[in-house]
Every structure is written in structure tokens, then in C-alpha cells.
């Protein structure tokens, strides 16, 4: 089946430590993203990519890495430069559509990590 | 970038129709309106995007005047599992996806 899968569903990091959020895609996405989500809040944009190699900060993206190695996969790695890593965090791609702006896009189940 | 505002929460009883007005004043020319759905503890979903005019699929229909300044989506008939967060989103040529607070619609029996 086509679609978006994050991994882990649930993790635990101890505070200090680097730990990385898989995201990977079998849509031939060209577009992918990465979001913050805290308890009843909105989504707010770490970073995202638009084609292999190459990704760009978006709101929150301090203390926050990504990589775009290949166009399936577009893991986050939250850093210990993040002072408040504990959030749901969803991953989505979408097509780039040239001149209709933001295309429909496909999120991931999400991890929800903790700081322990 | 377009921002956009919507209102915090909605209550509505079942059945009944329901419209969430979304105001994007500086929208752009090439500029899409889209709207999600997220339910809790999931990713977002897409529900329906629109440029101009009326656009309608078999779970929603969204208005757009013709200065495209807001849009309205309207959930026809609303049941209990329609309670979610939905987002509006307006979408600038890069393709980047940003989302607001949404609208907390709860529905009432």
C-alpha cells in the first residue's frame, strides 16, 4: 500500500541525548515535512524539503536536523540543543504542484516523544 | 506568506449544517485554499481545496467569494464523528504547508 510511515510510535529520551524520528514515504513525494505539535495546540513547521538534498527551516527549527538523502526518507533528529523536546510530531509529503501552492498533502500516525 | 484566522472552537448539534469561515487577507495570486481535518493523536487529513468559486466532493463544499479574501467550508449534516480540529491553510508558491490553531468543532447530540 502507498503511504507515510513514521517510526517509532512512542519514544523515550533521556534529557542530554540525540535522538532521531524516521519518516518515510512510497508516494513519489517530491515535497516533505516536518511538524511540532503540543497538547491543543496547531502544527508548527521544524523544517521541509522539496526535493533530495536540499531542506529549509521553517518556524521552530532550533535545536532540530533533518537529512534528505533519498526521496522516500526524511528523518528528524531533535537534538540535545532542544530545550523542550517532549510533543506529538507528524511528518507529511505532497506533490509540488508549480504555481497552485500548497498541494494536498499525506501525513504519518506521528511519534509521540517523551523526555524522561 | 498568507496568514490565516479562523475562530477558536464551534459548537454544533447533529444534523444541522455547519460553516467555518476562514479570513486570508493577503492571499496571493497563485495562492490555493485548502482545509484539513485532524482528529486526536492522528496526522491531519486532507478534506478539500479550492482556488475560486465553489468546489463541493462527497464530504464537503467550499465558498469562495471572488476577492478570495476568506472562504467558508460547509460540512452538510454534521454526526457526532465530525468532532475534530480543522485547519485552513492558504498556500504560497513554494509549497510550503503552514498551519494556524484550526477550529475545535464539537459536535453535540
Known amino acids: 500500500d502507498g503511504g507515510i510511515t513514521q517510526s517509532p510510535k512512542y519514544l523515550f529520551r533521556k534529557e542530554g541525548q540525540n535522538v532521531t524520528l524516521s519518516c518515510e514515504q512510497n508516494?513519489?513525494?517530491?515535497?516533505m515535512y516536518w511538524y511540532r505539535q503540543d497538547p491543543g495546540q496547531g502544527l508548527r513547521l521544524i523544517y521541509y524539503?522539496?526535493?533530495?538534498?536540499?531542506?529549509q527551516k521553517g518556524d521552530i527549527a532550533e535545536g532540530y536536523s533533518v537529512s534528505r538523502e533519498k526521496k522516500e526518507s526524511f528523518p528528524l533528529t531533535v537534538t540535545s540543543a532542544q530545550k523542550n523536546p517532549t510533543a506529538f510530531y507528524l511528518c507529511?509529503?505532497?506533490?509540488?504542484?508549480?504555481?497552485?501552492?500548497?498541494?494536498?498533502?499525506?501525513f504519518g500516525q506521528g511519534t509521540r516523544l517523551t523526555v524522561v | 506568506l498568507a496568514k490565516t484566522t479562523q475562530p477558536i472552537s464551534m459548537d454544533s448539534y447533529e444534523g444541522q449544517e455547519v460553516n467555518i469561515t476562514c479570513s486570508h487577507n493577503n492571499i496571493a495570486t497563485n495562492d490555493y485554499i485548502t482545509w484539513y481535518q485532524q482528529f486526536p493523536s492522528q496526522g491531519p487529513r486532507f478534506i478539500i481545496q479550492?482556488?475560486?468559486t465553489k468546489v463541493t466532493n462527497e464530504v464537503a463544499s467550499l465558498f469562495i467569494p471572488a476577492d478570495r479574501k476568506s472562504s467558508t467550508l460547509s460540512l452538510p449534516r454534521v454526526s457526532l464523528s465530525d468532532t475534530a480540529v480543522y485547519y485552513c491553510l492558504v498556500g504560497d508558491i513554494s509549497n510550503n504547508l503552514f498551519f494556524g490553531t484550526g477550529t475545535r468543532l464539537t459536535v453535540i447530540p
Open positions: 508516494l513519489n513525494h517530491d515535497a
Open positions: 479550492g482556488y475560486k
Open positions: 524539503s522539496q526535493i533530495v538534498n536540499d531542506f
Open positions: 507529511a509529503s505532497s506533490i509540488v504542484v508549480t504555481g497552485q501552492g500548497a498541494a494536498e498533502a499525506f
